[in-house]
């Protein structure tokens, strides 16, 4: 059991969104947008100061306060905890000074059984006042979460919800279960990494696996990456009349920009703006908001659904099925109905090509990377039923246009340098184990095709790509100790 203890401090600030589908440096063109929102993060973790800066006790913090007015993004920072653990956030009001806004704020933690008290919503609690003299210590107020139950859930500002949601006051919170939950229901890891549930072996669970690789209190919710899916949308009308003090009716809500973790495509194939640099410490770097999914064939990984914005979206995933593990922090009543028939893996569970997902709701979707290049192959490669391969239809087509053949990004997209594969490629390998068949690319998106757009202009708004890799080169083990390059063999 940890105390984690986050300090947010709410403020406004701009966000830049693409107007047109192109990455920079040939997308240059940005709308810049007035928004709301919290900075800040992680303080510390039992007595262990994460980020001093953080301290609003101390007076020399004071002018480092001063200076995050105007930094607000969207969304806000993230929010974790283990099951077991106690959460606290210190929430200081900096003010909305280019709106010239002095209200009140608050955090209220969506889907926590929190006491009204400390539920955030002003009406019938309280909000935190504007800190106006940097020279004496800011009003705060500690609000304190148990987290009870592992799941995805998200928190939020609850003055005047209408504007100051829209406005971006939001951020994702996420509970894991700990390994003293995990034990409760027999799933327990032995000392040399390996993984039993109720006494047996499980070896698709990896040795460097963690409690935070699972989503629930349960075996089948195992994963091996997981990822964010924050979902909103902004009426950019609306955004500009909170800037200049207009009177904006939210009846009027009409939006023109979609989100996935506060950008729109194709921001987010990008490398994430908030996410730590790599080797920082697990208490931060845990959970990020990439939205580019990456992951090797073979593994399961978990999407976070997260809708956050006022219209229902229903999402659109290529490629596999996913299977619904769990629904607003609650794991699905299925995993167990599975368990006790003994179906296989996920067999049983709710499952879909397309979720569902209204305002306020999460989702916990689990999808298998699943290896299809037999099958795959054989018709690309070799063609079959007396039909064409596809290599060969693809020549015939790339040597009418050869700009009809796409050529795709080989790796998370860096913008100064972007390597791409034309998979007419493949056709040229010869048909090996170690073929040209990777990457493979799925597009996932809002399926209300006109919100894949920024302010009409397809693609953008709410979609990203999947990336699968070749699936790892696995050792087949005699024992426990060290494996022999001559016992690997690829595969899943
Ligand atoms: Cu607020």
């Not at 109720?198 to 994963?223: C, P, V």
Request: charged residues 20%; hydrophobic residues 35%; contains cysteine.
């Amino acid at each position: 059991m940890s105390v984690r203890h986050y300090v947010l401090a709410a403020t406004d600030g701009f966000i830049e969104l693409p107007t047109s589908p192109d990455l920079p440096p040939v997308g240059t063109e940005r709308r810049k947008v007035y928004v709301f929102g919290f900075v800040g993060g992680l303080f510390k973790v039992n007595n262990k100061v994460i980020n001093e800066d953080l301290n609003w006790t101390n007076p020399s913090n004071w002018p480092k306060f001063k200076d995050l007015i105007g930094t607000a993004t969207i969304p806000s920072p993230m929010v974790w905890g283990e099951t077991g653990d106690r959460v606290y956030i210190t929430l200081i009001n900096l003010g909305m000074p280019t709106a010239g806004i002095m209200d009140a704020h608050t955090v209220h933690m969506h889907g926590a059984h929190v006491a009204t008290q400390l539920d955030g919503f002003p009406e019938s609690s309280f909000g935190v006042p504007m800190w106006m003299d940097f020279d004496k210590a800011p009003p705060v107020a500690t609000y304190l979460f148990d987290t009870e139950h592992p799941g995805t859930y998200m928190y939020h500002c609850h003055v005047e919800a209408s504007e100051h949601v829209q406005m971006g006051m939001y951020g994702a919170l996420v509970v894991y279960p700990s390994m003293k939950s995990l034990e409760l229901v027999g799933i327990r890891k032995l000392c040399n990494g390996s993984w039993v549930y109720k006494g047996k072996l499980q070896d698709h669970i990896s040795e460097t696996a963690t409690n935070r690789n699972f989503a629930y209190n349960d075996i089948r919710s195992y994963f091996n990456k997981e990822y964010i899916m924050l979902l909103s949308d902004i009426d950019t009308r609306w955004h500009d009349s909170v800037q200049t003090g207009g009177n904006f009716n939210p009846i009027d809500f009409k939006p023109d920009f979609w989100l996935v973790n506060g950008r729109a495509f194709p921001d987010t194939l990008l490398p994430h703006p908030l996410t730590p640099i790599e080797g920082s410490n697990k208490d931060v770097s845990q959970l990020n908001y990439e939205s580019y999914v990456h992951v090797k064939t073979g593994e399961l990984f978990l999407l976070r659904m997260i809708n956050m914005g006022y219209q229902v979206v229903p999402w659109h995933i290529h490629g596999w099925h996913f299977a619904v593990i769990g629904k607003d922090a609650n794991p699905s009543p299925f995993l167990k109905i599975s368990e006790t028939l003994g179906l296989h893996a996920h067999e049983g569970l709710e499952r879909g090509f397309t979720a569902t997902i209204g305002s306020g709701e999460t989702f916990d979707l689990l999808i298998e990377a699943e290896d299809k290049r037999p099958q795959y192959r054989n018709y690309i490669v070799n063609g079959q039923d007396c039909i064409s391969s596809l290599c060969n239809q693809m020549h015939k087509i790339k040597n009418i246009d050869p700009n009809v053949i796409a050529n795709i990004p080989t790796e998370p997209v860096n913008i100064n340098n972007i390597d791409t594969v034309n998979y007419v490629d493949i056709c040229d390998e010869p048909s090996t184990v170690n073929d040209n068949f990777f990457p493979q690319f799925y597009p996932m998106h809002n399926h209300d095709d006109y919100k894949a757009t920024n302010n009409g202009v397809y693609p953008g708004g709410q979609l990203t790509y999947i990336q699968t890799d070749a699936p790892e080169q696995k050792c087949e083990k005699k024992n426990h100790g060290s494996c022999p390059e001559n016992y690997c063999i690829l595969g899943i």
